[in-house]
């Protein structure tokens, strides 16, 4: 592969848009421009969250998730095209059966916390929802695929699921949370 990111400074976005991989430009704050910084911001997450100790299955799951996510970041920047498939959504489904077969059933709500890496999960996990209602909000405006919007709604599971496995893991208890508990 040739050197494809030779010059990064181009004054190009000094005005306030943004190119597309199609070559057209769009503001900064378009939607579709959302969306590609809401996914590009989950990945990053996903990068701190890999920057913990985390078991080798979970790291090799979420390391295909980052290239997954940024081939979900190409199909936004070229309107029209498709890179996300139902067979990755699917995979994600069953990583999400796979992870949360030896956990206990949840009888109450968590919150989020217990280790910092299962916290950076959680963490990971809200901006996924994020990034997902950016994904809604540009579909309700332009096409956007229904595996890219499938694929951010299981990866959301994942996370929540990735998230108790690493707790459990460390030998933490999941964060209950108390309904009724007293006010102090």
Known sequence: MGHRLSK???????????????????????????????????NSTLGAVLAE???????DCL???????????????????????????????QAVERFNADLPPLKEF????GTRAASQAHVARTVCR???RSLVRLGAIETVGGPARKYVN?????LFVIARVLNRTAGCSDVLWQKDRQRA
């Open 53 to 59: 100790q985390l078991p080798a299955t979970v790291a």
């Open 110 to 113: 968590i919150l989020p916390g």
């Open 154 to 158: 299981r990866l959301s599971d994942l």
């Open 8 to 42: 990064i400074v181009t004054r190009t976005g000094d005005a306030g848009t943004t190119g597309l991989g199609d070559g057209s430009r769009l503001a900064k704050d378009a939607a579709r421009i959302e969306a590609i910084g809401a996914v590009d911001e989950l």
């Open 63 to 93: 390391r295909e998730v980052q290239h997954e996510l940024f081939d979900l970041g190409g199909e936004l920047s070229i309107p029209g095209s498709s890179a996300v498939s139902e067979a990755q959504v699917t995979r994600l489904e």
């Open 130 to 132: 994020r990034a997902e």
